[in-house]
């Protein structure tokens, strides 16, 4: 009754081809921008911000960037991580190195070192695809996991292993409390998701895919396989370099490579098989349900008066997480975001289907 | 000359274990063009039922031989791999048949994480031992050639002679069996070998439960010489660069791998690894295994990929 596109006419290309053509979708948009902005950080506890918002917002922007590779461009890739790593370690490198860094500036040289290692992490792709390539993007991470715990020059000399940045600022505005971050990783992750979208939906987003669906073919209707997998490894690259970048900086202020082992590699796959590959919204959902169930987990047998301990609510994640994996590949190949999408076809109809 | 012997050695044995843990990637790609990323969650689960039961079958029944609680041991965690077969092919590659690879890979991902919670919910998250009695002590050969001799690690050799023994007794299998040829089948056409009225599920049953055996014996013996924990699934991510290297539908592929990485592993460490500042271990493999498929993109013995429109 509400959601129907009755009576909005389109007279232009210019508002056929818009990101949402349907009106109530963009006042729904606007509405929730608004509350992000305006609402969250006057009513959210620091707790709130700390633990689930901030991980969110910057595991979305890594899941959009994983989700271009792998749901856009069909590159699967198990080295997630190491461009994470390889985004925040260049960002601190750049940010300790040059006196008076903007941290914007550096978190986007972040972003460029991870997308030049991308790139040539990415070359294997022209030769070899599928699961020969997953295992060639492992090597990616077991490779940033060693240089950045034995290479001195990445971390600055540090004796600890560990690096840390402080003082952080964006033209002149200091990003120290809770809501400041929180403010600050939402108005990039808008930003880039906006970005992202818009690459997918132009002639670039079509080569992906055109890829994806079958490369051979793809190539004799005239897509070039060079640039179309190098260009999909390098945006990609981008975005989970400046999430990564994002992670070290403003999530956990001082980080080891231990914070980008594998398993992170492996929950960012999660969250783009679980949201929905080759969606932008479902990298949002997948990040959401991600970060929710282990806290989920952890909270709902105590309040049910069932605690239980924390090996066995770790073993239960693990379990949880690869029936769910199983069933999303099984039951909703599309993820989550195909849930979303179907939800949305019944309430044009609603209440009146056919 | 002698060191670098001892380091040869030293690697060849190693890389017969990761042979054995490549074999049962090897083993299930080739019946089932399925990538099992689940390999080494399953080497976890295997040795972790096989040191519960040889620990608790005996408290029950009041037996006092180590010799049949192993065996029992084994048997029962045998009983087990056959059942996470079943319940694989029941519950998750009977519903993706006609899924693309990738599909297929991220499925077994989701069997790793299952498998890894599920085993340590059940039989515990310590460290616990798998003790078949063998040998410890060293032993030196070719004393008169080298000073000192040649420092062999006795256990390491016993673990290789397995391992070849088992690799032996799967090659018999698939040769000679009646079902191993209908595997055999399987692998080389899947509607061809159903269309002649073999039983696609019950063939991949099979196909998993042998992977479930090769990942047994290789837990039994990754176990008994460092413990059965946790770390013990991460064999198997040494394993993936085997089985690239080697190609993804070869048995002597995965066994000449092995042993190539082995030895790669073992004296990069030792001669580069200095250099470069240690533990290159972690990353060799993979390098090494990135760089050949540069050069030969279907591995060693891999059959050639044609793609077709």
Not at chain 1, 116 to 130: A, D, T, Y
Not at chain 1, 163 to 192: A, D
Not at chain 2, 175 to 185: I, V
Request: hydrophobic share 60%; aromatic share 12%; net charge neutral.
């Amino acid at each position: 009754m509400f959601y129907r596109e009755n009576g909005q006419f389109k007279t232009s290309y210019r508002a056929d081809q818009q990101i949402f053509p349907i009106t109530q979708d963009r006042v729904a948009l606007v509405a929730l921008l608004a509350f992000a902005f305006l609402v969250v950080p006057m009513l959210a506890s620091e707790y709130f911000f700390r633990a689930i918002l901030i991980p969110f917002l910057i595991l979305s922007l890594a899941a959009i960037g994983l989700n271009i590779l792998v749901g856009y461009c069909g590159q699967i890739s198990l080295g997630t991580g190491a461009f994470m790593a390889i985004g925040a370690y260049g960002a601190y490198n750049f940010f300790v190195r040059i006196e008076g860094m903007p941290l914007i500036v550096a978190l986007v040289m972040g972003g460029v070192c991870a997308t030049v290692v991308g790139v040539l992490f990415g070359i294997p792709s022209l030769r070899i695809k599928g699961l020969y390539l997953a295992v060639a993007t492992l090597a990616a991470q077991f490779f940033t996991d060693w240089a950045f715990l034995r290479i001195k020059w990445f971390t600055n000399d540090s004796s600890s292993g560990s690096v840390s940045v402080s003082g952080l600022n964006v033209l002149g505005l200091p990003i120290e409390t809770p809501v400041q971050r929180y403010l600050f990783c939402l108005t990039v992750v808008c930003i880039c998701a906006l970005l992202a979208k818009n690459l997918v939906r132009g002639h670039i987003g079509r080569a992906w895919m055109a890829m994806r669906d079958m490369d051979v073919a793809a190539a004799v209707i005239g897509i070039r396989p060079i640039h179309a997998k190098l260009s999909a490894f390098a945006v990609s690259s981008f975005f989970v370099g400046l999430a990564g970048g994002l992670w070290g900086f403003v999530h956990l202020g001082s980080w080891e490579p231990a914070a980008f082992s594998i398993d992170r590699s492996f929950q960012l796959l999660f969250m783009v098989i679980i949201g929905g590959l080759g969606s932008i919204m479902g990298s949002f959902f997948g990040a959401a349900f991600i970060v929710l169930l282990p806290l989920f987990i952890n909270q709902v047998p105590a309040m049910l008066g069932v605690p239980i301990s924390t090996a066995l609510a770790a073993h239960l994640e693990a379990m949880i997480f690869g029936a769910l994996i199983v069933f999303f590949l099984i039951v909703e190949p599309h993820g989550l975001a195909r849930l979303w999408s179907t939800a949305k076809e019944k309430l044009r109809l609603w209440p009146f289907p056919h | 000359m002698g060191f670098f012997l001892e380091t040869l050695f030293g690697g060849l044995m190693a890389g017969m274990l990761y042979a054995l843990v490549a074999l049962g990637f090897v083993l299930i790609f080739k019946a089932s063009g399925v990538f099992n990323f689940a390999q080494g969650a399953m080497v976890l689960f295997a040795a972790l039922a096989m040191a519960r039961f040889a620990e608790w079958v005996p408290a029950w029944l009041g037996l006092e031989s180590k010799l049949v609680a192993n065996l029992l041991g084994f048997g029962l965690a045998m009983v087990c791999m056959v059942g996470v077969a079943w319940v694989i092919e029941r519950f998750v590659l009977g519903k993706l048949v006609n899924q693309e690879g990738i599909t297929l890979l991220m499925a077994t991902l989701g069997i790793t994480y299952f498998l890894d919670g599920f085993g340590q919910t059940v039989f515990g998250s310590d460290i616990y031992k798998i003790d078949i009695g063998m040998p410890k002590d060293p032993l030196f050969i070719l004393e008169s050639t080298f000073e000192g001799g040649i420092l062999l690690s006795q256990e390491d050799l016993i673990a290789a002679l397995i391992a070849a023994a088992l690799v032996a007794t799967l090659a018999l299998f698939f040769q000679y069996t009646a079902t191993g040829r209908a595997l055999r089948a399987v692998a080389d056409d899947h509607q061809a070998a159903q269309s002649i009225g073999i039983p696609l599920s019950r063939i991949w049953v099979i196909v998993w439960s042998v992977a479930g055996f090769a990942a047994l014996v290789a837990g039994m013996i990754w176990g008994s010489k460092l413990g059965v924990q946790f770390s013990l699934s991460q064999v198997a991510l040494k394993a993936l660069p085997v089985v690239i290297l080697g190609g993804l539908t070869s048995v002597p592929g995965a066994i000449i791998g092995g042993l190539i990485i082995g030895v790669g592993e073992k004296l990069s460490e030792v001669y580069i690894g200095p250099m470069l500042g240690g533990g290159i271990e972690i990353w060799f493999a993979y390098v090494l295994a990135l760089g050949f498929l540069l050069v030969r993109p279907q591995g060693l013995f891999g059959e050639k990929i044609i793609d077709r429109v």
